[in-house]
């Protein structure tokens, strides 16, 4: 177990209990004086058993709080795969989970909603769509000036951005898709978007190669609707982006954290978390490997 506010990337945190924390695939937030986390609990192997929710004071230190979402019947089933939690609070004050819903052949890639009245639930699952019809794997959410949006890797047209019905209960509009650009019949999966203070959007996603690792990439623009730069990688070319999967970034203090995926499918419970501090600077993304370190050192 790490010390309080000590990070040590490739290596699992052990919760409050003493567990693994079950952290896979997350969604990540600050709310009030605390971070809370929404994670894959994975410690029954790859179908849905239930989305664990944590919190912390720094990053390093977890809380078990409850399973916020359980399985049940139908989409959130024993035979179904549920990935890549993440959550937002709209106007009325509750609170939305966005998860990708998926059979276990992954021919199902549907979008579902949950809602709770606290952060850490118990959520009541709603139901679940292909956004306009398209079809929805590796998700992630984004939130500005009252207005959800809703990240989707397609893998017939691309990466979307999707404008959030105001109950955040469905998608309402397409904002944008972005495609490779040596291969654009596709797109990037497991997106994440911040937006920095030169007023740009930076966009993060991952190659499509399964449990396989890759360089992940980035590309930034002036507005949601583009025009989107050139994509670039994230972390030195070849390291694997430090072997690791992109699941959020979130900004803490002056800069971002970093945080990604080491899946490991014979071991999924136990995958290693990577999380790293990452900065902007002049445009680009800047990720460097530390083995240990603390979100204080980004003035937070």
Known sequence: MAERGTIRPGRVFVDDRGRTAQLHGIGLQRIGD????????????????????????????????RDALVAGEGDLGADRVIERPKVLQRPDGRWVMLLHVESDDYAYARVGYAIADQPEGPYEYVGSER????????????????????LSEDRDHGLHIYRLREDRLGVEALVATLRQQARPEI????????????????????DLTGWDLNDNMYTSAPALEGPWDDWRPIA????????????????????????????????????EPVWLPLRIRDGEVVLEWRDEWSIQELGA
């Open 131 to 150: 956004p306009l019809g398209n079809i929805s794997r590796d998700i992630g959410v984004f939130h500005e000036d009252g207005v959800g949006y809703l």
């Open 34 to 65: 605390r971070w809370f986390a929404w994670g894959e609990d994975k410690a029954a192997g790859g179908l849905f058993t239930a989305v664990a929710c944590y919190s912390s004071p720094d990053l390093a230190t977890w809380t078990f709080e």
């Open 187 to 206: 797109g990037y999966e497991s997106p994440t978007l911040v937006r920095h203070d030169d007023g740009r959007y930076y966009l993060f996603g991952s």
């Open 236 to 271: 030195p070319v070849g390291t694997r982006t430090f072997d690791s999967q992109v699941s959020v970034v979130v900004p803490v203090g002056d800069g971002y954290v970093y945080v990604g995926d080491r899946w490991r499918p014979d071991a999924l419970a136990e995958s």
